[in-house]
């Protein structure tokens, strides 16, 4: 799969490099012909566009380099880094383009529009929308951040041009130049779409929860291992497109002797790692399912946990005989602001059911 993806991104790449190349040529030198700020503004920003798809082949090449001494878990993060570095050229032009066509408002100077130069733009929109669609579609299929927000890019550039188009037309049909005004409206377009490109790549810097299919897949496949009796606490950590390694805790019998349950762990570990490419480290939860007391003890807990909308799961119930301690976690959404009163009234709830036990609770929100 990683030298398929190799073979779309630098594919995608190149298509976007020549054909914005080819565009922004037309449209600077159309532009710079008939005097028209937001036809040579748009093909700045082709021209930026083009730098996009390089940075975006370039980084697709240096992603695949294997790990090393300093970088254990190889270079995919680069595609993240790639995606600043293009956010940042979006901005820059939008940028530069509010400059011009702020100058043009203040300073306006005549058009000399044509219907060949209506045509180029035209033309470049229907040209710039494919590309666009295909690029996007194309980042969607190998889960490129990167290539997405490029093919965006393209296809809000097409839109854009529909405002070219109309002051144009304006223009030619009377004599009333609101050129300046269209370049404001696409630089501030640009801007937008600027910020969504480096949102979206900080957010994968700072870190987005695991992919939820790959963990729904992972979860039924731990699930399904004989002496795993349940899963929590699953974290993916990405390290690049299709690169991920995290932990999870499994639930497993606490009569299961410790040879017993590495035997059927490393199995799945094993499984999981040459099947999905994920390497997860196993935290074990001992459970006793088999004792009255217990099913009174979840039961009890499982009440508590319905008369509270913030806690969506429990789980990790044990009662040591040696210590006299319940453990137990919590799993709560992400609006509970107050974890010290849900643990203050769990533990009163507790302590009126089983004075002569010490509670052990766990508050979390879920990681994927």
Known sequence: MNKDRQKIITRTSIIGILTNLAIASVKIICGLLVNSIAIVSEGINNASDSASSFIMLIASKLSNKKPDKDHPFGYGRIEYLSGVVIGIIILLAGISLIKESIDGIVNPSELQVTI????????????????????????????????IAIGKDSKNDSFISI?????????????????????????LV????????????????????????????????????EGI????????HSYGPERYSGSVNVEVDH??????????????????????????????YAV?????????????IAEFARNHE?????????????????????????NLNDWDA???EFAEYMGERYPDNTIELTIETEFV
């Open 163 to 187: 405002i070219t188009i109309a002051s144009s037309v304006i223009f030619l049909l009377t004599g009333l130049s609101l050129d300046a005004y269209a370049g404001l409206i696409f630089s």
């Open 255 to 284: 009569k299961k002797t410790i040879g017993e349950v590495y035997e059927f762990l490393h199995e799945l570990q094993l499984r999981i790692m040459h099947e999905y490419g994920v390497t997860l480290v196993f935290g074990i």
């Open 342 to 344: 849900l643990e203050a």
């Open 229 to 236: 009796y349940s899963v929590a606490d699953m974290m993916l």
């Open 310 to 334: 913030h806690i969506k799961s429990y789980h990790a119930v044990y009662l040591s005989k040696a210590s006299g301690r319940i453990y137990c976690d919590f799993i709560v959404d992400y």
């Open 116 to 147: 060949a130069a209506i045509g180029v733009v035209v033309f470049s929109a229907i040209v710039k929308y494919i590309l666009g669609a295909y690029t996007q579609r194309k980042g969607e299929a190998v889960e490129s951040e990167a290539l």
């Open 190 to 225: 640009i801007l937008k779409t600027a910020y969504e490109t480096l949102k979206n790549t900080a957010d994968d810097l700072i870190g987005r929860p695991g992919k939820e299919e790959l963990a729904r897949q992972l979860i039924h496949e731990i699930r399904e291992t």
């Open 288 to 300: 006793d399912e088999d004792s009255d007391y217990m099913r009174q003890l979840r039961s009890t």
